[in-house]
């Protein structure tokens, strides 16, 4: 049974940063890719970013490309995401998840199979 817990939400001011944190038990996390998700209320869940299995490549929407950055500590059996420059739009609950299968890039946003229970991000103006 795969569990993964998110944390590292908060109340921010618009132009600040905060880094999500999402660590994973029962399972070992090197052979898997991880993703980032967030949902606002009254939207649908939105794809935010992927990281490979190798940590060799990594996916962004266009939404936060270029403000997140995803990265992985396979020792810490840990996935961060680093959010700066924040926006008001950003205000959601931030989810990570797994997929079940090993070795891929997890850029296919319909093969995540684990999620976690979220995090709270809330961007003041």
């Known amino acids: 049974q795969v569990q993964l817990v998110e944390s590292g939400g908060g109340l921010v001011q618009a132009g600040g940063s905060l880094r999500l944190s999402c660590v994973a038990s029962g399972r070992t996390l090197w052979r898997y890719a991880m993703g980032w998700f967030r949902q606002a209320p009254g939207k649908e869940r939105e794809f935010l970013a992927a990281i490979a299995w190798s940590g060799g490549s990594t996916y962004y929407a266009d939404s936060v490309k270029g403000r997140f950055t995803i990265s992985r500590d396979n020792a810490k059996n840990t996935v961060y995401l680093q959010m700066n420059s924040l926006k008001p739009e950003d205000t959601a609950i931030y989810y990570c998840?797994?997929?079940?299968?090993?070795?891929?890039?997890?850029?296919?946003?319909?093969?995540?199979?684990?999620w976690g229970q979220g995090t709270q991000v809330t961007v003041s103006s």
């Open positions: 998840a797994a997929p079940k299968g090993v070795y891929g890039t997890g850029f296919d946003r319909d093969q995540y199979d684990y």
